[in-house]
């Protein structure tokens, strides 16, 4: 009888094997870090911007069924409108239209602003907001846009206010997955 040597079996992968497969998954998480940081950014500044639109009709709502004046702003450590829209922002009612929190019974809700990114508004000097006894927008209209730390064109998010006191999110209106403001040009930070 005759014995053969049966086929030698290899178990493992070779050092060539291991160094392309190493590289391709790093390729693949670079890849895929980026784009869940960018996903992570819009997903904070939509939510961010869809709580200021609450915030802003919320306080439309009140103006109408008050009948008086509601202010929205950020208020600094004297409970006076500050134009630093990175604060807590408070709507309140303000019947003598002082732009200020006279008493804490005026307060009527108040949201934070997310740690993911930072809120501009436009004019860039805009201390405050204000609805009119009737839901229009008191003095001019105008805009928060939202930021996010590692801005990109697609994470940016607008909320604009009409004088008529409509309140809407701004749009991806060409498809090229960066919205536009309210002239159809590309939000800007």
């Not at 630093?84 to 804490?104: E, H, M, Q, V």
């Not at 004019?123 to 009119?132: K, L, N, V």
Request: proline content about 2%; charged content about 20%; aromatic content about 8%.
């Amino acid at each position: 009888m005759f014995y053969t040597e049966s086929p030698r079996c290899e178990n493992g992968f070779t050092l060539v094997e291991l160094i392309v497969c190493l590289a391709l998954l790093t390729i693949f998480l670079f890849a895929t870090t980026a784009s869940y940081n960018t996903l992570v950014a819009r997903h904070a500044g939509e939510t961010q911007i869809k709580a200021l639109a609450r915030l802003f009709h919320s306080a439309r709502s009140e103006a109408i069924r008050s009948a008086q004046i509601i202010t929205i702003c950020p208020l600094d450590e004297n409970r006076v409108c500050s134009s630093d829209w990175n604060r807590t922002i408070s709507i309140f009612t303000d019947p003598n239209n002082l732009k200020r929190l006279t008493a804490r019974a005026n307060l009527l809700q108040e949201v934070n602003v997310s740690e993911y990114g930072r809120i501009r508004s436009a004019p860039s000097t805009r201390r405050y907001f204000q609805f009119t006894e009737i839901g229009s927008a008191r003095g001019t209209m105008g805009n928060l846009t939202w930021c996010a730390q590692n801005d990109t064109a697609e994470t940016r998010q607008q909320l604009i206010i009409t004088l008529s006191g409509r309140v809407r999110l701004a749009r991806d209106m060409d498809g090229d997955g960066v919205r536009e403001k309210a002239d159809g040009s590309a939000i800007s930070c």
